[in-house]
């Protein structure tokens, strides 16, 4: 018998549909996801139960997200300021008041000051292709603006990585259920990278053994069979070791080493000066633990690494990358599927960058500014000539993730400093705008997107009209720049060109794969051998100049250098500093356990786990899943300062200063605290974040940030 649906079932199923979409952020899942619309509005948010990596499944960022963008404190319309800056007050304009008020005034800017006046601040708000990180390059490339460096995340493990092994798409993570021994490193996949989660499981039911290496006993670690704590920066000493105890007791893959790697003799001579006592001494892992760490990993074959951004958040970041890169050629873990090491398979995906920067419009000798430096920029500490007099802000919300947050603030108050957001929600930057523009989300735009964490190209497709008068940020660029008259193609193309360029859709990994098709299909994993039989480096063939893994890189005699793609397709001005060919030991700036401490703690600052950097850390759900912002100190750290758990504490250095509660625990061990990043500033005790007080230094490569280089001194507040 057939089922018969009431009139009203009836009626509203002939009224719904089912759109493929794709998350947007800037997660390593890029989950395929399913949205339900009755009547033009998204009822449901779901994950795509045949997408094999997303299975079914949300994370608590994302599994509301129809609240999100139907949230009433969504920007719906373009406002100008009426208060003070800094006082949320505006007031709704039309697009074209919008328009015309910022061409005027970038105009105006670059005919009595010079275009480098004009800097844009942006990230990955967003990860799509079309909106995400490069959207507004051609645009500030053709206007001459100052070139914006954005190096928040895995710029230095980039370098590193390519230095060693080239741009690698590395391992497929659906392989992880053929690894025996699994070290994870500075990550914390049940938090920020949930999807990866079972398979990890499921090699452990087949009796892999998974080994965490973090300062903090996180969500990741208590799954673990071993968590080993490290003290934070000193990563490199123990993987140095790691590889002083493999060659010196004869464990490296003499045959794999010997036709696949280069500078096997110059890197055993280099890790002779670095014997397990004396990482001991750094890392706080006593030296026999890191023995069987490295006998272990060496003999469990096939063995995988997967690190995490955090991974490059010290002074010696690039080394650590470049140590743990070595690792899987000095042990032949690259033989068979399930071995080796994953930080970004993105490197499979043929994105056609150059149809997405607009490099050839950058001026030759065009100035480079990183964004770590932004409240030094706009404060004039920097000294620069000319001086910043414009900022537009897109896909970022720098007063929380950037550092120096009272130098920020100040900059952001200048009187003469012209600044444009476009945001969905009134952030803590939004509040510093003189003009604010409503974006659009995912649901609300089309977009395609390629993954730091799989191999599945997915396609996001619209399933609701734009909410007010938001728009895409490549609707954004489209009108700015025909408002500012630039008659170049960037400015003219829509969505579907847009997309039609991103792609070398020739290539054979996208054999079969169309713009029409992932349109009907949603996603397609890239045509890549199955996971079962992916093992692309068992017989060398690294994309490095040699062709092998580089213990000694050629790419060293570069010097220091950021990958174009973080730099708006510059080349010029890069930092240049002399690199090692070899890894080394690079002490961390700022510790806790230096002769020079004095009562001072380590602090890190974790990604948060019902955030996604600063995005949704103003969603309800959010909130009370994460709970009110906290310091986490060992009780023997707390006895020392009379702190009690639930007490009040002030944290603060020579930088700055916040208040957060504390939570005494043994989640972190002596001389460690952590404060999860991502919290707003408007919602925390005296209006400052962890970012008020971590620092703007530079690690040795890519310009990657120190974060993790941050002691403080905590007391009652």
């Given at each position: 018998m057939t089922a018969v649906l009431p009139d009203s079932e009836s009626d509203t199923a002939a009224r719904t549909r089912t759109v493929r979409a794709a998350c947007p952020h800037d997660c390593p899942d890029t989950c395929a996801m399913r949205v339900t619309v009755v009547d033009g509005v998204a009822t449901e948010v779901r994950g795509d139960p045949d997408h094999p990596f997303t299975q079914g499944g949300l994370c608590v960022k994302l599994n509301n997200f129809v609240d999100t963008v139907y949230s009433p404190g969504r920007v719906l319309y373009p406002m100008r300021r009426t208060g003070p800056k800094g006082s949320g007050q505006f007031a709704r304009i039309s697009w074209d008041e919008a328009l015309d008020e910022i061409a005027t005034r970038f105009h105006e800017i670059a005919d009595t000051y010079g275009?480098?006046?004009?800097?844009?601040?942006?990230?990955?708000?967003t990860q799509g292709?079309?909106?995400g990180l490069n959207v507004g390059d051609p645009f500030f490339n053709k206007l001459g603006a100052t070139i914006s460096e954005r190096t928040y995340c895995d710029s230095g493990a980039s370098t590193a990585y390519v230095m060693t092994l080239g741009p690698a798409a590395g391992v497929d993570p659906e392989s992880f259920v053929h690894s025996k021994f699994i070290l994870i490193w500075a990550c914390n996949p049940i938090s920020t990278n949930l999807h990866l989660w079972p398979f990890i499981a499921e090699a452990q039911r087949r009796g892999a053994k998974v080994?965490?290496?973090?300062?903090?006993?996180?969500?990741?670690?208590?799954?673990?069979?071993?968590?080993?704590?490290?003290?934070?920066?000193?990563?490199?000493?123990?993987?140095?070791?790691?590889?002083?105890v493999i060659i010196g007791e004869g464990l490296h893959d003499a045959d794999y080493v010997a036709n696949h790697t280069v500078g096997f003799d110059e890197l055993a001579e280099r890790v002779r000066q670095y014997p397990p006592e004396w990482a001991a001494e750094q890392t706080g892992v006593p030296a026999d633990d890191i023995r069987t760490l490295a006998r272990e990993y060496a003999t469990t074959q096939p063995s995988m690494i997967r690190i995490g951004v955090a991974i490059e958040r010290h002074a010696g970041g690039g080394q650590t990358v470049r140590a743990l890169t070595c690792l899987p050629g000095l042990?032949?873990?690259?033989?068979?599927?399930?071995?080796?090491?994953?930080?970004?398979?993105?490197?499979?995906?043929?994105?056609?960058?150059?149809?997405?920067?607009?490099?050839?419009?950058?001026?030759?000798?065009?100035?480079?500014?990183?964004q770590f430096l932004l409240g030094r920029a706009l404060t004039g500490e920097l000294e620069l000539d000319p001086p910043i007099q414009a900022l537009m802000v897109y896909n970022t919300n720098p007063l929380v993730v950037c550092p120096e947050q009272d130098k920020l603030l100040a900059g952001l108050a200048r009187?003469?400093?012209?600044?444009?957001?476009?945001?969905?929600?009134?952030t803590d930057t939004a509040d510093y705008a003189d003009i604010v523009l409503p974006a659009t989300t995912q649901l609300e735009q089309d977009d395609v997107m390629f993954s730091w964490g799989h191999f599945y190209i997915t396609r996001n497709n619209r399933a609701i009209e734009p909410l007010g008068e938001a728009i895409p940020n490549t609707e954004l660029f489209r009108r700015l720049g025909q408002r500012m008259g630039f008659p170049e193609p960037y400015f003219t193309r829509t969505d579907d060109e847009m997309i039609a360029a991103a792609f070398d859709w020739s290539a054979p990994q996208m054999e079969g794969i169309t713009p029409e098709s992932l349109a009907t299909d949603g996603w397609a994993r890239l045509r890549l051998p199955d996971?079962?039989?992916?093992?692309?480096?068992?017989?060398?063939?690294?994309?490095?100049?040699?062709?092998?893994?580089?213990?000694?890189?050629?790419?060293?005699?570069?010097?220091?250098?950021?990958?174009?793609?973080?730099?708006?397709?510059?080349?010029?001005?890069?930092?240049?500093?002399?690199v090692d060919p070899l890894p080394h030991w690079i002490p961390p700036r700022e510790s806790a356990f230096g002769p020079d401490a004095g009562n001072r703690l380590n602090l890190v600052s974790?990604?948060?786990?019902?955030?996604?950097?600063?995005?949704?850390?103003?969603?309800?759900?959010?909130?009370?899943?994460?709970?009110?912002?906290?310091?986490?100190?060992h009780p023997s750290d707390a006895a020392a300062r009379n702190i009690a758990d639930g007490d009040a504490v002030r944290v603060h250095n020579e930088r700055g200063s916040f208040v957060v509660v504390a939570k005494v625990t043994d989640e972190t061990g002596p001389g460690v605290v952590a404060v999860h990043m991502g919290g707003w500033r408007k919602h925390a005790k005296e209006l400052a974040t962890v970012s008020a007080v971590t620092p703007f230094e530079f690690a040795d490569l890519g310009n990657a940030p120190t974060f993790s280089d941050t002691w403080v001194e905590v007391d009652l507040a």
């Open positions: 275009p480098e006046a004009i800097l844009p601040a942006s990230y990955l708000g292709i079309l909106n080994v965490v290496v973090d300062p903090l006993r996180t969500k990741t670690a208590k799954h673990a069979d071993w968590h080993i704590p490290i003290r934070p920066g000193t990563d490199t000493a123990l993987a140095l070791a790691m590889m002083h042990v032949g873990a690259w033989r068979r599927p399930g071995g080796g090491i994953l930080a970004l398979p993105l490197w499979a995906f043929p994105v056609n960058w150059p149809a997405l920067l607009g490099a050839e419009l950058i001026r030759p000798g065009t100035r480079v500014v990183n009187e003469d400093l012209f600044t444009v957001v476009s945001e969905h929600f009134q996971a079962d039989s992916y093992a692309p480096y068992a017989e060398g063939g690294f994309p490095t100049p040699s062709g092998k893994v580089e213990f000694t890189a050629a790419a060293a005699a570069m010097g220091n250098f950021v990958l174009g793609l973080f730099r708006q397709g510059s080349e010029e001005h890069q930092p240049g500093q002399a974790p990604k948060s786990h019902a955030y996604l950097n600063s995005s949704f850390a103003d969603q309800p759900q959010q909130r009370r899943i994460q709970g009110e912002p906290a310091l986490l100190i």
